[in-house]
């Protein structure tokens, strides 16, 4: 089976696909591949639309780059869809990869069952520890980063995941687009400085987390008595137009000053 490395196919960039559509193929696929697994022969764009996630009218719009546009009152053929779709994304042929940082994450990445299916082959698992040379996961041995440069070459990789501590992924990125990496799937909490004419995707499971962290705390601030600001159960602050005022105390109190510390500064404030 070709590598990618040798036979790249045309890319959407040169096709003039917008990006937009590109990161939405992958969803149609999904889609698409759980139909034909089912032997559905065809589908609407309605269905799926559904199935994948967004409207038909876009559906149907990133369909017409690919140059397909279906059948009026029959739907699109499955099987058809999902071959034109991999040819787009270049799933068509053996895309070997590198996964550098063999920790917790990088060894749940290496038992991921899911690249094979979907036209990638763990070429080889390279970490920085001297112990873990020579130990398999997921049966592949793990090699040492003094050997990156030959194993990418050996192998004809042109796609390199990172999934370092954040203090290590640039230095370990600048190696592997040295030794000709063109594409980097990065995992690593940090932006990456690259040349023009590589790519990178970066994958954040914090940031994912802390965006569902302020659409919970913007759906708490929907219930009843939040948008005052408020927490649920939180007695109302009297009405500053409508309160009496507070009579006078009987007795004027002189404030002293905050007492310093024994070196004469004040004290540090403590946090509630």
């Not at 920085?128 to 192998?155: C, F, M, R, Y």
Request: aromatic share 4%; hydrophobic share 40%.
């Amino acid at each position: 089976m070709a590598t990618g490395r040798n036979h790249r196919p045309a890319t959407s960039r040169s096709r003039g696909i917008p990006e937009a559509t590109v990161a939405r193929l992958p969803l149609y696929l999904r889609a698409l591949t759980a139909l034909s697994e089912r032997s559905v022969p065809t589908v609407s764009s309605e269905e799926l639309a559904s199935a994948a996630g967004v409207n038909s009218a876009k559906l149907r719009k990133d369909f017409s780059y690919l140059g397909s546009y279906g059948t009026r009152g029959v739907g699109y053929d499955v099987e058809y869809l999902v071959y034109q779709i991999s040819r787009e994304l270049g799933l068509t042929q053996d895309w070997p990869v590198v996964i550098v940082g063999i920790g917790n994450l990088g060894a749940a990445l290496a038992n991921y069952g899911g690249f094979a299916s979907r036209g990638f082959r763990v070429a080889a698992l390279i970490d920085a520890d001297p112990q873990l040379a020579g130990k398999p996961v997921a049966g592949i041995p793990v090699q040492h980063t003094d050997e990156l440069e030959k194993i990418i070459s050996d192998n004809g990789v042109s796609i390199g995941v990172i999934a370092t501590p954040a203090g290590a992924a640039q230095q370990v990125c600048d190696r592997l687009v040295a030794a000709g990496i063109t594409s980097i799937l990065n995992f690593a909490p940090t932006v990456l400085s690259v040349p023009e004419g590589v790519d990178v995707r970066k994958v954040d499971l914090s940031i994912e987390l802390q965006i569902l962290a302020f659409h919970e705390q913007r759906k708490a601030g929907e219930e009843p008595g939040a948008s005052s600001g408020r927490r649920p159960g939180e007695a109302a602050a009297p009405d500053v137009d409508t309160a009496p005022p507070a009579a006078p105390p009987a007795v004027a109190v002189t404030k002293r000053p905050p007492e310093s510390g024994p070196d004469g500064d004040l004290p540090a404030v403590m946090p509630a």
